[in-house]
């Protein structure tokens, strides 16, 4: 698995999430991605984390606050899905809430202040564009 950044689509496993998505129509796919986060029992892993962000982006693309660095293929994906509700909004800010705060993969981005900073400010930056 690579990771060569701190943006939610600087990852290999963001990548595969949206490769993925060209094989499921359903926009459920996102909403799963977000309620795993919240659901597990332990310490959220990274690659759970990478999933529910890629899905919090695609959220906050749908309501017209697209990141400039969400790939084609993921906006690709979008034109056809209907916008999110309130809910599908609430559990997206929720998922990176909980990656920003309590996951392993802050824990890995924590091993070095100015990473550390960068991941809290890109995370920040996904949280106020998801607020209505």
Not at 38 to 48: A, F, W, Y
Not at 72 to 78: D, S, T
Request: aromatic share 4%; proline share 6%.
């Amino acid at each position: 698995m690579g990771i060569w950044g701190p943006g939610v689509f600087e990852n290999d496993d963001a990548l595969e999430f949206i490769t993925e998505l060209d094989d499921d129509t359903d926009p459920r796919v996102l909403v799963d991605a977000l309620e795993r986060i919240k659901s597990l029992e332990e310490t959220p892993d990274v690659r759970t984390c990478h999933r529910a962000l890629v899905a919090a982006e695609l959220v906050a693309a749908r309501i017209g606050k697209r990141s400039p660095d969400l790939p084609e293929e993921a906006n690709n994906w979008l034109l056809d899905k209907p916008k999110p509700d309130p809910l599908v909004i609430a559990k997206a800010q929720g998922a990176v809430r909980t990656a920003l705060e309590e996951s392993i993969l802050r824990e890995r981005w924590g091993e070095n202040e100015d990473d550390l900073a960068d991941f809290t400010d890109e995370l920040n930056n996904l949280i106020e564009r998801l607020e209505t």
